[in-house]
Every structure is written in structure tokens, then in C-alpha cells.
């Protein structure tokens, strides 16, 4: 079965200044995986996926994700955040064969301060 | 990109009463449509799993008979919460995938259900 753990609950940062949010993932098969954004009272947005090919992936709003296969993780990072980043972060992952149920992450609540 | 539309986006309902959500994928067929609840502060706990045209695939610990699904389109699905507890108020949000999506699924912006 797959599991994904987010390491990080919650994660203050100042306005301007990089981020970085930690995914890990178990499974003993290949997965795609997905970072999810969202904001208040709302559905989710995908931000970035990986499926294949190149290991660093780039999303929208200026995120990018590396997914390294020998730590079984897949970090978001973005270089410079504003306010607007305010929000739940979610990692998730299905594996290839699993009929696309995704499992999530508990969640990173990012807070950015001006 | 795809949208998928859910209505109500908030709903009161007494205790005892049942309530339906509907989920619509508006610009693509979806061929498989997801149910999610999530609690405040908490993460996405899959409910189950529809293909339209045939029975949901209910995850360990939700009641069937509780939470109705009916994938009747390739462009709707409903998930009727029968006889609500304040238990059961909660946050449900729908995602959908078709072949045009791929693997990818596209979510609903959520209902707010509030049992009293």
C-alpha cells in the first residue's frame, strides 16, 4: 500500500523569501506524483506532477518539485513567495496500476508574512 | 485545462434529513469520478470511487448505505448523505479523470455541508 508523509505541518516564512515544503512517499512500485495548492473553503489546484522523464518538475506560480526515486521523495520548492502563496499544501501519489486513487499527504500549511 | 463544478457549495440540512451533492465535469467526459471528505485542518480521506455506469467502490469504514453514489453520465455524479448526523458534517469535494486527462484528476471547489 502507499503512503505519503508530509513532514512539515505548518511553515512560517517571510514575503520574498524561498520555500521549501518536504514530501516523502512509500510504495513498492512506480507512482506518479502531484503537489496540490489549496486555498480557503475551496477545491484543490494541481501545481506540478510527475509522471516520467526528467526528475525536476516545474508548475505553475513559479514552483518547481525534484523527485528523487533513491529517497522516495518529491520536495516543492519555490525561490522567492508572496502573500498570495497563503495556503494549504498537499503531496500525493498513485501508484501506476492503482486505478488512480490518490493518496494524500496531511498537509502544509504555509504562512507567509510581509 | 478541465473544470469540474460542484453544487451546492454550502448546505444546512436538520438532523434526519438527506442531502445530494452533484458533481459536474463540464468540458470533458469523466469516466471516473472520486469522493473526498475532508475535516477542518486535515486531509483528503477518500470515500470512493465511481465509474459511470457501474456500482461505487466504497473505501474501508464508509458506509454505502449512508453515502449514496450515482455516476448515471459521463459528465455527473451524486453523492446523497441519507439521514445526516452533525457527525457527518464536513467538507466534501469531488475530482474527476476521463481519457482526455489522463492519469490527472480535476477537483470541484467543495460543498460545506453543516448538519444541525
Known amino acids: ?114 | 485545462g478541465a473544470v469540474v463544478s460542484q453544487h451546492p457549495s454550502r448546505v444546512i440540512c436538520k438532523s434526519g434529513t438527506s442531502v445530494k451533492i452533484e458533481c459536474r465535469s463540464l468540458d470533458f467526459q469523466a469516466t471516473t469520478m472520486f469522493w473526498y471528505r475532508q475535516f477542518p485542518k486535515q486531509s483528503l480521506m477518500l470515500m470512493a470511487t465511481s465509474n459511470e455506469g457501474s456500482k461505487a467502490t466504497y473505501e474501508q469504514g464508509v458506509e454505502k448505505d449512508k453515502f449514496l453514489i450515482n455516476h448515471a453520465s459521463l459528465t455527473l455524479s451524486t453523492l446523497t448523505v441519507t439521514s445526516a448526523h452533525p457527525e457527518d458534517s464536513s467538507f466534501y469535494i469531488c475530482s474527476a479523470r476521463g481519457r482526455r486527462t489522463g492519469y490527472e484528476q480535476y477537483f470541484g471547489p467543495g460543498t460545506r455541508l453543516t448538519v444541525t
Open chain 1, 1 to 114: 500500500a502507499q503512503s505519503v508523509t508530509q513532514l512539515d505541518s505548518q511553515v512560517p516564512v517571510f514575503e520574498e523569501a524561498p520555500v521549501e515544503l518536504r514530501c516523502n512517499y512509500s510504495s513498492s512500485v512506480s507512482v506518479y506524483l502531484f503537489w496540490y495548492v489549496q486555498y480557503p473553503n475551496q477545491g484543490l489546484q494541481l501545481l506540478l506532477k510527475y509522471l516520467s522523464g526528467s526528475t525536476l518538475v516545474k508548475g505553475i506560480n513559479g514552483f518547481e518539485a525534484e523527485f528523487n526515486k533513491s529517497q522516495t521523495s518529491f520536495h516543492l520548492r519555490k525561490p522567492s513567495v508572496h502573500i498570495s502563496d497563503t495556503a494549504e499544501y498537499f503531496c500525493a501519489v498513485t501508484e501506476k496500476a492503482a486505478g488512480n486513487k490518490l493518496t494524500f499527504g496531511g498537509g502544509t500549511r504555509v504562512l507567509v508574512k510581509p
